[in-house]
């Protein structure tokens, strides 16, 4: 039998480890204010983020921090929403010493590892300000694993996947390149 | 009349976590094992994502690999070894965990390789590593050696109701609430999933397209009425799946989801953990619901593990 006091500090607990839970969604909801995410939403949902947006923690407490990450509540549940996005793609074009080109995938040993390289995509999107240097750190790696190049141009993109509609009426799926970075070694 | 004494504290079986405990443990090995080919690719300090460029988004308290391959260094043991070495202490600690012998011990060891993967490899991480974390967490705190485990020779016998058992149960069934019902209402806020369109792309997106799924393209409104499903079961999991009548029905749709999910993307691992934390939260009692205490138990007898000296 639990004593009281035993009961007491067990629900403290459920209050903070929720609490932490709740916090970090909340605070995720926030990237819906960036207009380019805020003007994806239903216009009933605009209306309802509106009011939302008043209880809408503006920062995670410093304290709160290394207990989410210990018990991995340090992110929100809102996958795929408000919509689905379109997939990012990269690629690789080596060259040799000589000029000769080749296109290369991200080379992965797994699909999990895949799996991650796609997921990292994502990621990829929302460090603007360190986008140059995920590139650059693929770009080594691919320079590594193709020892035989010399110079390496990273290509990335998105993949437009039409509408149902635009699919059935025979539109398929467009590469469109958003950037390209390029890296040459010394 | 609802008493929060009694919805925290009535004691109740643990056994259920002899199960999570073990399969979580499974899961770890087999999620390890699996990214073993790219152990360099992902976390190395020069695999795909430089550590210069991970440690802008790692927090200073976020543990990492280059912890102990920058202290082991002045040893001579490189980052190389300390991964594959790390690799090998991490399955030894799921075994642990699996045995079930020092529990915490062996949970709390487990956390942290996790974490220090986790930290190293931070952008190639997603939702079920989030996931993992959770579960490795709640292996750490929850009452799980009572039955097949080192400490306890056995699997079906008597074990000991516990106020405890019941209280780590009402976390983990709030906390996976709060994921469906954050999940729902985030995506109730956009277009995609009340027009069907949210199932057509997350199903036919580069890189995670695991079968020709081009002909839904042909049933809009066999897509339309997904979303509205994925839409009501995730934001009302946590009313659903509290009422007797809507339980099952609340528990197939999230199954059949979570399926969906693993078959159509190859997300696999994630379908894989979340089915878990649902039949662990609300499953298990609902099995025994279905079929009696005893008579589950009289199910389970015939495949009895009996260990003896």
Known sequence: ?186 | MFSINQWFFKPSSPRVFTFFRIAVAVFCMIQIIKLYPDLLNVFGQYGFNRADVVSVTQAPFMPRITWISDALLPLGIGEVSVIYGLFGFYLLTLLGLVLGYSNRLFAGLALFCHLLFFGSGKMFMYGVDYFTTSALFYCLILPSTQAFSLRSFRFLGQVKASAYATFIKRVLQVHLCLVYFFGGISKMLGVHWWTGEGIWRAVSLPGFNNMDTTWMANFPNMLMVMGWIVLLTETFYFVGIYIKKTRPIILLAILGMHLGIGLTMGLYQFATIMILFNFTAFGWDYMQELFGANRFRQLFERFRLRLSF
């Not at chain 1, 010493?97 to 080749?102: C, F, I, Y």
């Not at chain 1, 799996?115 to 590139?135: C, G, W």
């Open chain 1, 1 to 186: 039998m639990l004593q009281t006091y035993q009961k007491v500090l067990l629900l403290g607990f459920f209050i903070l480890h929720i609490g932490a839970i709740c916090w970090y969604n909340l605070y995720a909801l926030n990237t819906y204010q960036k207009p380019e995410v805020f003007e994806q939403l239903s216009k009933p949902g605009q209306q309802v983020f509106l009011q939302l947006k008043r209880i809408l923690p503006y920062n995670i407490p410093t304290a709160m921090r290394p207990y989410a990450h210990f018990c991995g509540t340090d992110t929100g549940y809102s996958l795929f929403a408000p919509n689905v996005p379109s997939a990012i793609s990269v690629f690789f074009e080596l060259r040799d010493a000589d000029g000769n080109t080749t296109i290369k995938f991200p080379e992965l040993e797994s699909r999990s590892g895949l799996d991650r390289f796609t997921v990292n995509l994502a990621t990829y999107k929302s460090f603007e300000e360190i986008q140059p240097l995920m590139a650059y750190g693929w770009a080594s790696r691919m320079l590594e694993i193709y020892p035989d190049y010399t110079a390496i141009t990273v290509i990335i993109g998105s993949h437009r996947m039409p509408n149902m509609q635009a699919y059935q009426s025979g539109e398929r799926s467009k590469f469109l390149e958003t950037v390209r970075y390029e890296f040459e070694l010394d």
